[in-house]
């Protein structure tokens, strides 16, 4: 069966600090992983990665995807209190149209 | 602007009535989503649409139902047979299966 794990479930920072949310997979014949923010009811695209090894880097944030090992991980530097919300890790496979298969989610808390 | 509107954001219905959730999108998108989102679950697949007039079930289809009429509208239909009904339920839209998702903001139904 396939699946997405995403860990920790959950995350409390302090401003400033650095996060790495980690996200695990196991999907057939795999097409593409994308990582979303969700802070209080629609989420927001953040980065859609198809390729091991390329970093993608928005701003702060920054993901890389490792194929090999089924994973991708998501970085936040600098963290803000802007950055709490929930991240959703979620995997697309060629097997299954456009399904997207979602992870639980990583609720990140950051104070000030 | 473009998006997706879901409506209404918020729905209260008794047990034993069917409820539609709208979603309308202007992206030209040819893919609409829906999901069901609960605390400490992720998001999961109740149907899918790749293009107009057709559609698929996703992983907990039952008690729901759907239509495609036109490319712009994907309704959602919660039935009586829906055993837990009480959600948030986030539609989506991409241009094709194969690109990101983008998200409404969802509606809260709460059935008593």
């Known amino acids: 069966e396939d699946k997405v794990v995403q860990s920790p479930l959950s995350l409390v920072v302090h401003e400033g600090d650095t996060v790495t949310l980690n996200c695990s997979y196991e999907?057939?014949?795999?097409?593409?992983l994308l990582w979303y923010k969700q802070e209080k009811k629609a989420p927001t695209f953040l980065f859609m990665l198809?390729?091991?090894?390329i970093e993608k880097k928005s701003g702060r944030l920054s993901s890389i995807l490792d194929k090999k090992e089924l994973f991708s991980i998501l970085n936040i530097t600098a963290t803000q209190t802007g950055d709490s919300a929930i991240y959703l890790c979620?995997?697309?496979?060629?097997?299954?149209?456009?399904?997207?298969?979602f992870g639980q989610g990583t609720e990140l808390s950051v104070k000030p | 602007d473009g998006g997706i509107t879901q409506s209404p954001k918020y729905l209260f219905r008794k047990e034993g009535q069917n409820v539609t959730l709208s979603c309308e999108q202007n992206?030209?998108?040819?893919?609409m989503y829906w999901y069901r989102q609960d605390p400490g679950q992720g998001l999961r697949l109740i149907y899918y649409?790749?293009?107009?007039?057709?559609?698929q079930k996703g992983d907990i289809a039952e008690g729901y139902s759907v239509s495609r009429e036109k490319k712009e509208s994907f309704p959602l239909t919660v039935t009586s047979a829906q055993k837990n009904p009480t959600a948030f339920y986030l539609c989506?839209?991409?241009?094709?299966?194969?690109?990101?998702?983008?998200f409404g903001q969802g509606t809260r139904l709460t059935v008593v």
């Open positions: 989506a839209s991409s241009m094709t299966t194969l690109t990101e998702a983008f």
């Open positions: 999907v057939t014949n795999f097409r593409s």
């Open positions: 198809t390729s091991s090894g």
């Open positions: 979620a995997v697309g496979s060629y097997n299954q149209g456009g399904k997207l298969i």
């Open positions: 992206l030209n998108h040819d893919a």
């Open positions: 649409s790749q293009i107009v007039n057709d559609f």
